[in-house]
């Protein structure tokens, strides 16, 4: 509804608090989310709440549909999948029973699936793997002639860019969705941040740019009409906003008809 700002004013013809409410809250859940998930994404700064929440997430990534044969060259072992995942359980107490269970469901997967488990936002930890610097690297050597993205006529580079963002969602993207905004922004160690308001979005790219410059010999300081860093990072996580939103409309039971009313405004890319 095009004038929803107006609910709100007594004067307005159509004026009605709760359908004011219902839509500011709308508003907030989506950027929220979308905000956790992408810091989640970029820094690796997701908590589970208790061991339940483990098992439920192993047993989520075992049932994935699988795209893709195994391109890892370094398999994880059931003991670094399990450290990796018990380092993210926010209960302090030990359970002895249900850690044991953890590992007896783990050693029961094959090389694949865990490392699928391992890298869930592990995003830089799995650029290290040497079809990712590959991929990059192949990506950065791409020339823009005149500058603008928009006058990029190879197909090959968006045949790169798709294969770049399939693997990075069958590896790395989890989307999950926190009740609670504040708690998560008081307890959560947040190295990457997203800042939102009514006019500009500010995100922290240093890891991101630090990272390409320790495997390639890229200048990030000399402009040129090549593909960046940032163009790189913008399509990955505009790519990521769609996975989000659209799992967000499920959980939402937004009807499927009506599913593609709910996006974001993006003015970093075409």
Same mark, same amino acid.
């Given at each position: 509804m095009y004038d929803y700002g107006a609910l709100g004013q007594q004067s307005f013809i159509f004026h009605d608090r709760q359908s004011a409410a219902a839509v500011t809250l709308s508003g907030v859940s989506?950027?929220? $989310?979308?905000?956790?998930?992408?810091?989640?994404?970029?820094?690796?700064?997701?908590?589970?709440?208790?061991?339940?929440?483990?098992?439920?997430?192993?047993?989520?990534v075992n049932i994935t549909e699988m795209e893709f044969d195994s391109i890892v060259e370094k398999d994880k072992t059931v003991e670094?999948?399990?450290? #990796?995942? @018990?380092?993210?359980?926010?209960?302090?107490?030990?359970?002895?029973?249900?850690e044991e269970l953890i590992?007896?469901?783990?050693?029961?997967?094959?090389?694949?699936?865990l490392n699928r488990i391992y890298y869930k936002?592990?995003?830089?930890?799995?650029?290290?793997?040497?079809?990712?610097?590959?991929?990059?690297?192949?990506?950065?050597?791409?020339?823009?002639?005149?500058?603008?993205?928009?006058? @990029?006529?190879?197909?090959?580079?968006?045949?790169?860019?798709?294969?770049?963002?399939?693997?990075i969602r069958d590896y790395v993207?989890? $989307? #999950?969705?926190?009740?609670? #905004?504040?708690?998560?922004?008081?307890?959560?160690?947040r190295k990457a941040v997203l800042v939102v308001d009514t006019d500009s979005t500010f995100l922290f790219l240093d890891p991101f740019v630090k990272f390409v410059e320790k495997f390639y010999d890229y200048d990030t300081s000399v402009q040129?009409?090549?593909? $960046?860093v940032c163009n790189i990072l913008i399509f990955t996580l505009s790519f990521?906003?769609?996975?989000?939103?659209?799992?967000?409309?499920?959980k939402s039971n937004i009807e499927l008809d009506k599913k593609h009313l709910i996006n974001l405004k993006n003015e970093l890319t075409k």
């Open positions: 989506i950027i929220t $989310t979308l905000i956790q998930n992408f810091e989640s994404f970029l820094a690796d700064n997701w908590e589970f709440e208790c061991y339940g929440d483990v098992i439920d997430f192993i047993s989520e670094e999948v399990y450290e #990796r995942l @018990i380092s993210k359980v926010k209960l302090k107490e030990s359970d002895k029973e249900l590992l007896s469901i783990l050693e029961t997967y094959d090389e694949e699936i936002n592990n995003l830089y930890e799995f650029f290290e793997e040497p079809v990712m610097i590959e991929l990059i690297g192949e990506i950065l050597e791409f020339d823009i002639p005149s500058g603008n993205p928009g006058d @990029i006529e190879h197909v090959s580079i968006k045949e790169k860019l798709d294969e770049f963002n399939d693997i993207v989890w $989307t #999950r969705v926190y009740e609670d #905004r504040l708690t998560f922004a008081d307890t959560t160690t040129t009409n090549s593909i $960046t990521l906003s769609e996975t989000v939103l659209s799992e967000w409309c499920d």
